[in-house]
Nanobody, 111 residues
Framework: QVQLVESGGGLVQAGGSLRLSCAASGSIFSINAMGWYRQAPGKQRAWVASITSGGRPNYADSVKGRFTISRSNAMNTVWLQMNSLKPEDTAVYYC?????WGQGTQVTVSS
């Protein structure tokens, strides 16, 4: 079992930046890819970005060029740097690794 704890959400104006962090603990030896999803009000949870244990990132088209995912295997942490934020980025952001999910962190972007 892997436990994931996110942090770094908040309120920001459009065009601003936020950096989300996700710390993993527990059965971390089982972790391969880690990623971020988000769920906006009234919408289904959607994939945002993921990164392999070797550091290869992938992004949803909606965030490509604005968001950067990175990780430290030594620190068992994954980050999501979000730049040029838009109101449509407003959502609860969830960290995932294997079958585990974090509790989510709210990101609100005001226009």
């Amino acid at each position: 079992q892997v436990q994931l704890v996110e942090s770094g959400g908040g309120l920001v104006q459009a065009g601003g930046s936020l950096r989300l962090s996700c710390a993993a603990s527990g059965s971390i030896f089982s972790i391969n890819a880690m990623g971020w999803y988000r769920q906006a009000p009234g919408k289904q949870r959607a994939w945002v970005a993921s990164i392999t244990s070797g550091g290869r990132p992938n992004y949803a088209d909606s965030v490509k060029g604005r968001f950067t995912i990175s990780r430290s295997n030594a620190m068992n942490t994954v980050w999501l740097q979000m730049n040029s934020l838009k109101p449509e980025d407003t959502a609860v952001y969830y960290c995932t690794a294997g079958n585990s999910w974090g509790q989510g962190t709210q990101v609100t972007v005001s226009s």
